[in-house]
């Protein structure tokens, strides 16, 4: 019960965000669809929460934690996405001795429905990757990494399709560059895409052929990096591109206690999130859906 009402209090902090429908009419949450989004970012192998004495991370995190709040939210809604935005490997001696193979069946074990790759996944090269697949129940989306001449080779897809009450939701993924991240020989011959370019096709595509409601992007590029203001990051790709809802971003552990609102190329609003690292927050925004109504979403950053 104290747990029920720990995230409640934290979802009312958000505001509902119109998001750009084709009408302004009165809005009421009792009759529009509500899907939820979940996310995690950066998790680096945290398997564990941290201790009393680790300063400012005390008592915070850990899967066990996570698993509890997940599940008390998929009661609360069924209509729930679980996704992660990469860098699921590295930081701790579970992965040195596991490989990632712990990581992978816990997440298994919450039910994620998704992920991309992030760079750190690829430290134990891209057959460390491959070897771990069978141990993940879920399956992962990169849009703008080529993996043509590589052993992951269809076994990444650039997006996947999922229906909760009607509603039908694309996701797609996009990859920092590796190249000065990452050992040419861990990532081998994959071919890293500008991700621009490739998100404006991904949501072209999830948008008008697949006629989705709602279009997600997975992203490990990163938020906004303030010394070098061009550089790709998940706020240039809001404004220069259009029909993406949500932004899932990951690989500057950057903490936002909700949603940054940006405005895309048609001056309409996209949500982007990211909740820090190591499994301290759990993200969760939520979408209201109403036929003829312009859709709505409010989201805010849970503590684990």
Known sequence: MK?????QQTTAAGTLIG????????????????????HTNDVHSHIDPFGPNDGRNANKGGVARRASLV????????????????????????????GGELEFKLMSMLKYDLATIGNH???NGIDGLYAQLPNANFDF??????FTNTVLDTHVKPYKTFLKDGVKIGVF???????GLVGKKHYKETVYNYPVEIAQDMSRILKEDEQCDLVICLSHLGYYYKKNPDKIS??????????IDLIIGGHTHTFLPKPTVEKNSEGKNVLVNQVGCYGLYLGQVDFYLET?????????TIIV
């Not at 993924?173 to 190249?179: K, R, V």
Request: charged share 25%; glycine share 10%.
């Open 3 to 7: 747990r029920r009402t720990f995230i």
């Open 19 to 38: 998001l750009g429908g084709l009408t302004l009419s009165s809005f009421s949450s009792q009759t529009a669809k509500r899907i939820t989004i979940l």
């Open 71 to 98: 599940e008390s939210i998929r009661k609360d809604n069924p209509n729930t996405l679980l996704l992660d935005a990469g860098d699921i490997f590295q930081g701790t001696p579970y992965f040195n001795y596991y």
């Open 121 to 123: 996944d690829f430290d």
């Open 141 to 146: 989306v990169s849009a703008n990494y080529d």
């Open 173 to 179: 993924g996009l990859g920092i560059e590796l190249d």
């Open 234 to 243: 998940d706020l240039i790709l809001a404004r220069q591109t259009k029909d």
């Open 292 to 300: 003829g109504k312009e859709k709505k979403a409010e989201g805010a």
